[in-house]
């Protein structure tokens, strides 16, 4: 796959878009503005929650993916399979019938994520054993939680854990077990990830752990859905068995990861509740933990913008699936050989996009004009001005983007000093 640094996942269609600012409040990190109407995203601030696309009452947020058609253009093809993907079916116990079924559908062949999970739990594992590395470790499985802390909370960039996620040491071995099998080059063979959500969508396009992405392309995992609905389980052919561990399979739910690991651990899901043990962290109030996994979904990965199912049903089919035969035994990867070539080695690059400025003199004039600039304002965070709180709208206008009699509140009951921008540059 050629990467796009640029490309984000999740898009606004303006015909749809009515400016109601539900979006724009339940943001994040901010990135939403609603002007003429109509709102807008700040793609630098963008970390493809999906929170919006929940949040809109019109349908006017949605997220891209991939084109099923892509796998037109392979030889041979692999489903990677996430394991968030078997709790959307309720009346499917057996795990192997929807992982078979992938050859149903069009794939010549399958790869579960969770064997991922598994070697990265042993590489974890391994991590704790040799680590001299200040603690807590952090997880870097969700794409939205390390790219909070590279735009928001830069400090804590040095404790995210130097292993590739699940899913791009699934794709590796799994082109290796195709180009084995068939004797096909690399080149004819097309490895597809089966995304819960936009973030891991866009971090593949974007090779955002790796800059040779071993994925070809990211399907939604509703377009996957939609087709496995009518397959019986009489009609699949389970063929191959299933080699992942119960503790593999737990990584689809929040506290999945931590629950192969031993020490003092922490897991939290829900993008508020993320930024939060965020903000616990950069003030080092939680030295005493070993090891954080966040989730930025509630619930971890079955609360997806990209599946079908209630999270709470899919968080009880995957405990259901731990607990059958297929999934009943312990990770069995800790003696596997060469788990190095599963270290990332490109150094994550931090980006403050919550400045003022590139240049610290002019930031601090912006700063001092935003802190003259706030008792004027009501204070209300009402967001009929077009910013998400008034603290925004004062940064809007030290910017320049919006005019400060965009707060018709305050104009209109007791003017604003129009001249206070133009006085501090001066």
Same mark, same amino acid.
């Given at each position: ?20 600012? #539900? ?80 050859? #149903?559908?069009?794939?010549? /062949? ?77 080149? /004819? ?56 561990? #119960? ?80 999934? #009943? ?98």
């Amino acid at each position: 796959m050629e990467t796009d640094k640029s490309y984000c996942a999740v898009k606004i269609d303006k015909d749809k878009c009515k400016g109601c600012i #539900n979006c724009m409040k339940k943001c994040p990190t901010e990135a939403i503005r609603v002007r003429n109407g109509k709102a807008t995203i700040n793609y630098d601030r963008c970390v493809g929650c999906g929170e919006c696309i929940r949040t809109c009452t019109h349908n006017a947020k949605y997220a891209t993916s991939d084109s099923l058609d892509l796998m037109n253009d392979f030889k041979y093809t692999v489903a990677l399979v996430p394991p968030s993907l078997l709790g959307q079916f309720p009346n499917v116990i057996d795990p192997s019938v929807i992982s078979n079924s992938m050859k #149903n559908i069009g794939f010549d /062949d399958f790869y579960e994520v969770a064997r991922g999970a598994d070697l990265v739990s042993a590489l974890t594992r391994k991590k704790f054993e040799e680590c001299d590395r200040q603690k807590p470790l952090i997880s870097t499985a969700c794409p939205v939680c390390v790219e909070l802390i590279l735009i928001r909370f830069n400090d804590l960039k040095d404790y995210l854990i130097d292993i590739m996620p699940p899913l791009e040491i699934a794709a590796k071995i799994a082109r290796k077990r195709a180009m084995k099998a068939t004797g096909l080059a690399s080149e /004819d063979i097309g490895v597809f990830f089966i995304s819960p959500c936009p973030a891991k969508v866009a971090s593949t396009h974007r090779g955002f752990y790796t800059e040779n992405p071993g994925v070809d392309g990211v399907f939604a995992m509703s377009d996957i859905c939609l087709k496995l609905m009518h397959i019986s389980q009489a009609e699949v052919d389970i063929t191959r068995p299933i080699v992942a561990s #119960n503790l593999g399979v737990a990584w689809a739910t929040s506290g999945g990861e931590v629950s192969a690991l031993d020490g003092r651990v922490l897991a939290a899901d829900g993008i508020e509740n993320v930024i939060s043990v965020l903000k616990e962290l950069e003030s080092g109030k939680l030295k005493d933990i070993d090891y954080v996994e966040l989730n930025a979904c509630p619930g971890g990965c079955v609360g997806g913008v990209f599946t079908i199912e209630n999270p709470f049903v899919a968080k009880s089919k995957i405990h259901t699936i731990r607990r059958t035969s297929l999934y #009943n035994k312990k990770n069995t990867v800790d003696k596997i050989e060469h788990l190095d070539e599963y270290l990332r080695s490109l150094d994550w690059e931090t980006d403050d996009v919550f400045v003022l400025d590139k240049d610290f003199k002019k930031a601090f004039v912006k700063l001092r004009q935003v802190e003259q600039l706030l008792p004027q304002l009501p204070q209300l965070d009402c967001g009929v001005c077009g910013s998400p709180s008034c603290r925004a709208f004062a940064e809007d206008v030290v910017n320049g983007i919006v005019t400060i009699d965009k707060c018709v509140r305050q104009t209109e009951e007791n003017g604003i000093d129009d001249d206070l921008i133009k006085k501090e540059t001066e």
